[in-house]
Nanobody, 115 residues
């Protein structure tokens, strides 16, 4: 059964922090690189961070040094620690495989950053 459940979003002031979580179905999680994507209003969904099963990570230039992706393979969960948030980080955040291997997306979690 397909499952991607994101949580942890909220409203913070610029400079603040949030930690996002995503619970995924076992088959998808265990067999794929996982990533966090963001989508701002009127814009396309963009990959911002990814992590292999072994823990190798990659980040978009705009979030390097501020965001940290991690995963718990025993819990089928991927996390995104976001520090020093900027207004430009405001978006709906989704987790999914990297690359996308199916058409399913979760509901996402909204991040709002006030200046």
């Amino acid at each position: 059964q397909a499952q991607l459940v994101e949580s942890g979003g909220g409203r913070v002031q610029a400079g603040g922090s949030l930690r996002l979580s995503c619970a995924a179905s076992n088959y998808v999680f265990q067999n794929n690189v996982m990533g966090w994507y963001w989508q701002a209003p009127g814009k396309q969904r963009v990959l911002v961070a990814s992590i292999t099963r072994g823990g190798d990570t990659d980040y978009a230039d705009s979030v390097k040094g501020r965001f940290t992706i991690s995963r718990d393979n025993a819990r089928n969960t991927v996390y995104l620690q976001m520090n020093n948030l900027e207004p430009e980080d405001a978006a709906v955040y989704y987790c999914n495989t990297v690359p996308i291997v199916w058409s399913y997306w979760g509901q996402g979690t909204q991040v709002t950053v006030s200046s």
